[in-house]
């Protein structure tokens, strides 16, 4: 079970759009549509942004989307905020109720 | 509405066990509804999940620490807690307790971690 490959950094202006990548095996991003991401601020627990691919929990903005594509999954975040700059973490379930996350990626608003 | 807050010892020695509680209120954890897991975070590191457990009883381990972890619940105290054996230097992390659902629905984050404890520091050094 290795973790899913992330970019490590990505950087976008104020109203920008930037989109992450997620990428794992046809063990488990490829299998399920259950990939989930988190925001994670330094010192903070991690924030629930995106679940079951595409899905928002109530009170997380529009502005964060997910997609999927074969084996990788995608974390788009448009009209970049200052607010955004964080740790963001995809996870997916694979079998048998275990999980794997990504290596995460560190996005910076210039 | 859950919530979660993990404890226990900051400091563990080398070879010794590392042991963490996660005390759950706004709800039961004899609930049917969720599963009850472990992640952690190791310095400049990214997120790993260690395990989780089911109200049964029924427990799933990371494969690459599975000789190591054990993940129990005790619902008496609404509490269930992590035991980490044999522990190295690569055991310091942040240890976070969190909630995945195992029920889908309208709104129902379907395995995905929704409820997260605020995390502890352990530090593995003698």
């Known amino acids: 079970q290795s973790a899913l490959t992330q970019p490590a950094s990505v950087s976008g202006s104020p109203g920008q759009s930037i989109t992450i990548s997620c990428t794992g095996t046809?063990?488990?991003?490829?299998?399920?549509?259950?990939v989930s991401w988190y925001q994670h601020h330094p010192g903070k627990a991690p924030k629930l942004m995106i679940y079951?691919?595409?899905k928002r929990p109530s009170g997380v903005s529009n502005r964060f989307s997910g997609s999927k594509s074969g084996n990788t999954a995608s974390l788009t975040i448009s009209g970049l905020q200052a607010e955004d700059e964080a740790d963001y973490y995809c996870?997916?379930?694979?079998?048998?109720?275990?999980?794997?996350f990504g290596t995460g990626t560190r996005v910076t608003v210039l | 509405q859950l919530q979660l807050q993990e404890s226990g010892p900051g400091l563990v020695k080398p070879s010794e066990t590392l042991s963490l509680t996660c005390t759950v209120s706004?709800?039961?954890?004899?609930?049917?509804?969720?599963?009850w897991g472990w992640i952690r975070q190791p310095p400049g590191k990214g997120l790993e999940w260690l395990g989780s457990?089911?109200?049964?009883?029924?427990?799933y381990y990371n494969p690459s620490l599975k000789s190591r972890v054990t993940i129990s619940v005790d619902a008496s105290k609404n509490q269930f807690s992590l035991k980490l054996s044999s522990v190295t230097a690569a055991d310091t992390a942040v240890y976070y307790c969190?909630?995945?659902?195992?029920?889908?629905?309208?709104?129902?984050?379907?395995?995905?971690?929704?409820?997260w404890g605020q995390g502890t520091m352990v530090t593995v050094s003698s």
């Open positions: 969190a909630t995945h659902p195992e029920y889908s629905g309208y709104g129902v984050a379907f395995r995905a971690f929704d409820m």
């Open positions: 706004g709800g039961s954890i004899s609930s049917s509804s969720y599963y």
């Open positions: 457990i089911y109200y049964s009883g029924s427990t």
């Open positions: 046809s063990s488990d991003v490829g299998r399920y549509n259950l």
């Open positions: 079951e691919g595409s």
């Open positions: 996870c997916s379930y694979a079998d048998s109720i275990t999980y794997v």
